[in-house]
């Protein structure tokens, strides 16, 4: 499973300076000046669904590289702030990191590293975002590391 790359590879001017992404919705990666320029599809199994362009310094064979990243974990456990508010109690939330389209900082608080917006493509339905406890740049490492809660199914007989 190819999933999420470093974030300083992406810089987007129009939300925050670092984002990460998962590149399993990339496309048409192309040499754009010393860096690179890629389609961000919001829907990769339902092309209609509309795209980004991304042009970031990164190259396009870093990117590439990053692509064929093996990970070993396939999800991760986050404390979710349901309707954004902090002053609830966040609640445990398994996510599959494959579901995972995006993270960055919390718009309220861009530079707290407590807290950070994920998007998730639940497929056949809708992108939804969650504020979680954690910074959006431990991601890729946890997906790595394999440290994190993963999905499995047992049998009992």
């Known amino acids: 499973m190819h999933i ?3 974030p300083q590879f992406y810089r987007n001017k129009i939300e925050t300076d670092l984002i990460v992404l998962n590149t399993d919705f990339m ?3 192309v040499v754009s ?3 690179a320029r890629f389609k961000f599809m919001w829907r990769p199994e339902d092309r209609r669904g509309g795209d980004d362009i991304y042009i970031v310094d990164e190259t396009a064979a870093a990117i ?4 064929d990243t093996a990970y070993a974990a396939t999800g991760v456990t986050f404390n979710v702030y349901v309707d954004f508010d902090i002053t609830k109690t966040p ?3 398994i996510f ?6 995006r993270a960055y900082p919390w718009w309220e608080d861009p530079t707290n590293h407590n807290y950070s917006v994920i998007e ?3 497929k056949g339905s809708k992108i939804r975002k969650y504020l979680v406890n954690a910074w959006f740049t431990t991601i890729p490492d946890l997906a790595a590391t394999g440290t994190t809660t993963t999905t499995s199914t047992t049998t009992t007989s």
């Open 4 to 6: 999420l790359i470093n």
């Open 33 to 35: 000046g010393t860096g």
């Open 91 to 93: 609640v445990a939330t």
């Open 96 to 101: 599959n990191l494959a579901e995972i389209s």
């Open 64 to 67: 590439l590289t990053a692509m």
């Open 120 to 122: 998730v493509n639940e």
């Open 27 to 29: 496309s048409e990666i």
